[in-house]
């Protein structure tokens, strides 16, 4: 079934560490999206992809960094953890041609400690 | 950039009644408006969309419309249910510099609906 994956759904880990969130799509989408999100709150977008090799930083200043080197995976690294990280992190995508709706992977909740 | 504004931030109505949510966007560029609903824990999902040729659109109990001139666009939720209880979140979408689609969330309503 297409749909648009990320793993893990939950991450405890402690200050420093190096850590990657993984999303994959299978929706054939060129667009992809990370977001971070406080539960119930506001979408604060921090990096974007447009198609593969093609990474921009969101409005939300992050010390974290993506990759696009394949079409359908797009992953998010923090290179030191900090407890200032501890939030959910959504993974989106949209299609490749004019505005279309955006369709959010689970998301991944990460406890920095 | 776009800016898009979304009020209120919290909406309480009784069940049955109606709920009204609005935006207001800064670009007359964008030309696609969607809105998402996030269930507790869960991801958000597009429960409907207005594009900027269309001034109104319906599907069941739920309705967008859309005023380019004025640069804002509502939400509908008539006869509300306890279900409708979430985050709705409303978007615009605008090409960039780039030439690419961009897309701007607003600053969500958590909407409660009383039984």
């Known amino acids: 079934e297409a749909d648009i994956y990320q793993t893990p759904r939950y991450l405890v880990i402690g200050t420093g560490k190096k850590i990657t969130l993984e999303c994959s799509q299978t929706m054939g989408h060129d667009k992809m999206y990370w977001y971070q999100q406080d539960p119930g709150m506001e979408l604060h977008l921090i990096h974007y992809s447009y198609g593969v090799n093609s990474t921009e930083k969101g409005d939300l200043s992050s010390e974290s960094t993506v990759s696009r080197i394949r079409t359908e995976h797009f992953p998010l690294t923090l290179e030191s953890a900090r407890p200032s990280h501890t939030s959910q992190y959504l993974c989106?995508?949209?299609?490749?041609?004019?505005?279309?709706?955006?369709?959010f992977g689970q998301g991944t909740r990460l406890t920095v400690v | 950039g776009e800016n898009v504004e979304q009020h209120p931030s919290t909406l309480s109505v009784q069940e049955g009644d109606s709920a009204v949510i609005k935006c207001t966007y800064s670009d007359s560029a964008s030309n696609y408006f969607p809105w998402y609903k996030q269930e507790l824990g869960k991801r958000p999902q597009l429960i409907i969309d207005i594009r900027s040729n269309v001034g109104e659109k319906k599907d069941q109990r739920i309705a967008v419309t859309l005023n380019k001139t004025a640069k804002h666009f509502s939400l509908h939720i008539t006869e509300t249910q306890p279900e409708d209880s979430a985050v709705y979140f409303c978007?615009?979408?605008?090409?960039?510099?780039?030439?690419?689609?961009?897309?701007?969330f607003g600053t969500g309503t958590k909407l409660q609906v009383i039984p």
């Open positions: 978007a615009a979408s605008y090409m960039n510099s780039g030439g690419y689609q961009k897309v701007t």
């Open positions: 989106a995508s949209s299609g490749y041609r004019g505005a279309t709706e955006a369709f």
